[in-house]
């Protein structure tokens, strides 16, 4: 009779075990297609703001092109800065995405489309007049800060020469993405994911969310696995992820494990880092 029990046994376990194996690949199968669908998700969010950026971008350029033309044939001797600074305010006014278009000549004036400005402001002790004069690059440089309303955004400079060739200062405009943020957390919350884009200094520009809990996860997590390029001491976040292959980074949290996938805007040299809300 025991035996005849044991046999029983015997075969309700091994035709239990298959069963289980299965669930479990089943399980894991499931779980995989979800990490892509949610994958997925995020790389629609990036296609969608990486051609919201290219727009803002090449509008940029072509705003830029204008202010050349204007202040490379302008004579500060003989003009008025009130003709100039209005037909900067009206370049500024007609793009909502452009906080302010201004010029930093080489004698120190300023002209631009901000009324707001000190009158002892001199553009060339400022960073973007600065950084642009350095740069090795004679098209456009790219610097982010904070704007007195405590907004971030990114300037975009470039060098001015007269028709003649002689050096005349540099122009700019700053861009306010404020608009763009709105949209960029309602398009967000609406596939249940999240973003934020980092400049060159890791800094967050732009969020859909409260990322900075997550951005010091992925330093902590970067820092741990490239200690020689951080112990450098000048590198930062968005360096690091540039020059690895890593395109997936998954840290596992109080929360559940989150997968985060980056992608580079190369034209404002900006970082933009997502990642599913679900959790993986």
Same mark, same amino acid.
């Given at each position: 009779?025991?035996?005849?029990?044991?046999?029983?046994?015997?075969?309700?376990?091994?035709?239990?075990?298959?069963?289980?194996?299965?669930?479990?690949?089943?399980?894991?199968?499931?779980?995989?297609?979800?990490?892509?669908?949610?994958?997925?998700?995020?790389?629609?969010?990036?296609?969608?703001?990486?051609?919201?950026?290219?727009?803002?971008?090449?509008?940029?350029?072509?705003?830029?092109?204008?202010?050349?033309?204007?202040?490379?044939?302008?004579?500060?001797?003989?003009?008025?800065?009130?003709?100039?600074?209005?037909?900067?305010?009206?370049?500024?006014?007609?793009?909502?995405?452009?906080?302010?278009?201004?010029?930093?000549?080489?004698?120190?004036?300023?002209?631009?489309?901000?009324?707001?400005?000190?009158?002892?402001?001199?553009?060339?002790?400022?960073?973007?007049? %600065?950084?642009? *004069?350095?740069?090795?690059?004679?098209? #456009?440089?790219?610097?982010?800060?904070? /704007?007195?309303?405590? @907004? $971030? +955004?990114?300037?975009?400079?470039?060098?001015?020469?007269?028709?003649?060739?002689?050096?005349?200062? %540099?122009?700019? *405009?700053?861009?306010?993405?404020?608009? #763009?943020?709105?949209?960029?957390?309602? /398009?967000?919350?609406? @596939? $249940? +994911?999240?973003?934020?884009?980092?400049?060159?200094?890791?800094?967050?520009?732009?969020?859909?969310?409260?990322?900075?809990?997550?951005?010091?996860?992925?330093?902590?997590?970067?820092?741990?696995?490239?200690?020689?390029?951080?112990? $450098? +001491?000048?590198?930062?976040?968005?360096?690091?992820?540039?020059?690895?292959?890593?395109?997936?980074?998954?840290?596992?949290?109080?929360?559940?494990?989150?997968?985060?996938?980056?992608?580079?805007?190369?034209?404002?040299?900006?970082?933009?880092?997502?990642?599913?809300?679900?959790?993986?």
């Amino acid at each position: 009779m025991n035996i005849k029990k044991n046999i029983i046994k015997i075969s309700i376990i091994s035709a239990l075990i298959p069963i289980f194996f299965l669930g479990i690949y089943g399980y894991f199968l499931v779980k995989n297609k979800m990490d892509e669908s949610e994958m997925e998700k995020i790389e629609l969010m990036f296609h969608s703001q990486k051609s919201e950026f290219n727009l803002i971008f090449n509008k940029s350029k072509a705003l830029l092109d204008i202010v050349e033309i204007l202040v490379s044939d302008y004579d500060e001797l003989e003009s008025r800065k009130q003709n100039l600074n209005l037909m900067l305010s009206n370049i500024a006014a007609d793009n909502v995405e452009v906080k302010n278009i201004f010029w930093g000549s080489d004698k120190g004036r300023i002209y631009t489309s901000n009324p707001k400005l000190p009158v002892n402001y001199d553009p060339r002790s400022r960073p973007w007049y %600065i950084g642009s *004069l350095e740069s090795r690059n004679n098209n #456009l440089t790219t610097i982010t800060y904070e /704007f007195t309303d405590g @907004k $971030k +955004g990114t300037t975009i400079t470039k060098k001015v020469y007269s028709r003649e060739g002689i050096f005349k200062g %540099i122009i700019g *405009l700053d861009l306010n993405f404020a608009d #763009l943020e709105k949209k960029l957390k309602k /398009f967000a919350w609406k @596939k $249940k +994911g999240t973003i934020f884009i980092i400049d060159k200094f890791d800094s967050i520009v732009l969020d859909s969310g409260k990322n900075n809990e997550n951005f010091l996860l992925i330093r902590k997590y970067m820092q741990n696995l490239f200690p020689v390029k951080f112990s $450098k +001491g000048n590198y930062s976040v968005r360096n690091v992820a540039l020059s690895t292959d890593i395109s997936r980074i998954k840290i596992n949290t109080p929360k559940g494990a989150i997968i985060f996938i980056k992608e580079y805007i190369p034209e404002l040299e900006l970082l933009m880092i997502g990642a599913s809300t679900n959790g993986n």
